[in-house]
Nanobody, 124 residues
C-alpha cells in the first residue's frame, strides 16, 4: 500500500522561507515523475514543481520558478520542496504526488498517489 505523507507546512511572513518534505512508502522509486501541487480556496489544484526520479533537474511553473526548488533523496524515499521569497499568493494547501501516468507532468489527474496535504500560510 502506497503512503504519501507531507511535512513542514506552517505560517511565515512574506519574504520568508519554508521547507516541505514528503515521504513516499510502499512505492517503487523508479523512473517516474513526482511532483508538488497546491490548492487555495480561490483556485483549482495546480502543479507547481515536478522531478524525474532519475534526475536532479526540477521543472517549475512560472509562478514559482526561481523561488522554489524541488529535490529528492531516493535512499530515504523523500521528496522536498524548498520555498523562498514567499508571497501571500503562495498561501495554499500543498500536496505531494507520485505515480505519474501520462504526458503532462503538472496535470494532477495524471498522478495516482497523494498525501493529505500540508498548509502553508504567508502573511503580508
Amino acid at each position: 500500500q502506497v503512503q504519501v505523507v507531507e511535512h513542514g507546512g506552517g505560517s511565515v511572513q512574506a519574504g520568508g522561507s519554508l521547507n516541505l518534505s514528503c515521504t513516499i512508502s510502499g512505492y517503487e522509486w523508479k523512473n517516474d515523475y513526482m511532483g508538488w501541487f497546491r490548492q487555495s480556496p480561490e483556485k483549482e489544484l495546480e502543479g507547481i514543481a515536478s522531478i524525474w526520479t532519475s534526475s536532479e533537474a526540477g521543472h517549475y511553473v512560472d509562478s514559482v520558478k526561481g523561488r522554489f526548488t524541488i529535490s529528492q533523496d531516493r535512499a530515504k524515499k523523500t521528496l522536498y520542496l524548498q520555498m523562498t521569497s514567499l508571497k501571500p499568493e503562495d498561501t495554499a494547501m500543498y500536496y505531494c504526488a507520485a505515480g505519474h501516468q501520462g504526458a503532462f507532468i503538472f496535470n494532477p489527474r495524471q498522478f495516482r498517489f497523494w498525501g493529505q496535504g500540508t498548509q502553508v500560510t504567508v502573511s503580508s
